[in-house]
């Protein structure tokens, strides 16, 4: 499961330098920090276990009324955006294969006052997005139990999310090992139920099973549809620098890294337009838009009846599992890292000598967490989260710019961007652009978190220095 060693892809030959970094746990002077047991296969499963959720299972509807079969195209745009910022982050993570990923790379490169505000921030959004997966894990849960002839209502929801995220919390508390292979064994029977469906529904609109559909229009509404959906969806793609977040407890960062960010891009954007293809054969996007948000389960009725709309519920529920654990694991290795640099208090980076997991970061993902699902609206929570992770994407972005301005002589990556420049300036001004598409409740929520993250780094930790400090 997480020990694997195999899956060698087409990146590797832009991978070379120095002997890998030892499997062993990763030691600073103040002793062992976190054991790496997570492989190619556990960090592929964190990247494409945060990603599918929204992209199927919520949006295909809504980016269909949209954009029509043009939102395949939305899905496809933001997959090369989401390209253009993994590759920077696949460079400077083999470079610094470090708990904390965008927080690291960025107070490294561009001080400690801007890592502060990132580090700081995508800890709290990791906590809106763990509310967000979390509560729909509470409505996946219950349409199953609908479908099944157990009609129980909203009632259930947050009850059922606030006992799973208890359980998740607890499962990273007892050792990274066993959170990486649940999120193994989750995301490969979520795949294996999506592979299926699309496969059933491409040879249904293909006319193997049926007659043809007739094809739409690719670009009903114009091509502009296309790209301001595009800034919609992008939300989809939020999962792979979750990855470079517990490069602390990756085997063979240098190779593994670069693999798994820009392959589980590659893999859920692949995911992510035949789903749509197969939706808009199906119905068409005016019947889509009119299922809004349920749109993937009408999808898998019609193929298949009840059987298939349970199916599609199951994957839907392993979605937010594979998405919540993933999140809990990222959120603790986030503030393990800003607690070990000083930013937060000392006892935010203790570790559990039993069990080798940060126990405190956990709590500290954990508990507000919780709040948040007992609050139970996160739906404006979870795009805040999108806000920050943009603003850390395409700081990211920003931060290897630097650090190739700079090269610093510890600077040694085991993978460069190929066309450099042609990536990262892109990347950043995508990233940066695609927040002007968010409500302004959201912009509002985001800015004043950050303003807030600021202020606590000029109160607490103003005579922290981190720029170019391994």
């Avoid at 009850?159 to 999120?183: D, H, I, Y």
């Avoid at 009846?305 to 349970?310: I, M, P, Q």
Wanted: some cysteine; proline content about 5%; overall charge negative.
């Amino acid at each position: 499961m997480v020990s694997d060693e195999g899956g060698e892809a087409g990146l590797t030959g832009a991978i070379d330098g120095p002997a890998e970094l030892s499997d062993e746990a990763s030691v600073t002077e103040e002793g062992t920090e976190l054991e790496r047991t997570i492989g190619l296969t556990g960090g592929l499963s964190i990247g494409v276990g945060t990603m599918i959720g929204a992209g199927i299972f919520v949006f295909p509807g809504i980016a269909a009324g949209r954009a029509g079969p043009a939102a395949a195209g939305s899905f496809a745009i933001g997959a090369v955006v989401a390209l253009l910022v993994a590759l920077p982050a696949s460079e400077l993570a083999t470079a610094m294969p470090k708990s904390g990923g965008g927080y690291y790379f960025v107070s490294r490169a561009l001080g400690a006052l801007p890592g502060a505000v990132v580090g700081l921030s995508i800890w709290l959004g990791l906590v809106f997005a763990t509310a967000f997966y979390l509560v729909g894990f509470g409505n996946y849960a219950a349409g199953i139990l609908a479908e099944a002839g157990m009609p129980v209502g909203g009632s259930v929801v947050v009850p059922l999310a606030l006992v799973f995220g208890a359980l998740l919390t607890g499962l990273n508390l007892f050792g990274t090992e066993n959170a990486a292979t649940l999120q193994n064994y989750v995301v490969g029977l979520l795949l294996a139920i999506l592979v299926l469906f699309l496969g059933y529904g491409g040879l249904d609109a293909l006319g193997v099973f049926g007659a043809p559909s007739a094809p739409e229009r690719f670009m009903p509404f114009g091509p502009l549809p296309m790209f301001t959906t595009a800034a919609l969806v992008f939300t989809s793609y939020l999962g792979f620098a979750q990855v470079a977040t517990v490069a602390g407890d990756i085997k063979r960062p240098g190779r593994n890294l670069p693999l798994a960010m820009v392959g589980s891009v590659l893999a859920v954007g692949a995911l992510y337009v035949a789903t749509i293809f197969v939706a808009t054969s199906a119905f068409g996007s005016a019947a889509l838009a009119g299922f809004g948000e349920t749109a993937i389960v009408e999808v898998a009725r019609a193929f298949a009846g009840r059987v298939g709309a349970v199916a599609i519920l199951l994957a839907g529920l392993l979605a937010t599992v594979s998405s919540a654990n993933a999140s809990i694991l990222s959120t603790s290795r986030a503030v393990f890292a800003v607690g070990r640099d000083a930013i937060l208090p000392p006892a935010a980076s203790r570790m559990n000598l039993r069990y080798g997991t940060p126990h405190v970061a956990l709590a500290m993902g954990g508990g507000p967490t919780l709040i948040l699902v007992a609050i139970g609206e996160v739906e404006v929570l979870a795009e805040v989260a999108s806000f920050l992770h943009l603003v850390m994407y395409g700081l990211i972005c920003v931060a290897l710019v630097a650090m190739r301005r700079d090269e610093p002589s510890w600077y040694d990556p085991d993978f460069r961007v190929p066309l450099y420049p042609l990536v990262a300036v892109p990347g950043a001004v995508a990233s940066f652009g695609l927040i002007s598409f968010m409500q302004p409740l959201s912009q509002g929520v985001g800015v004043a978190i950050m303003a807030a993250t600021a202020g606590w780094y000029k109160y607490y930790a103003s005579d922290v220095s981190l720029r170019g400090v391994l």
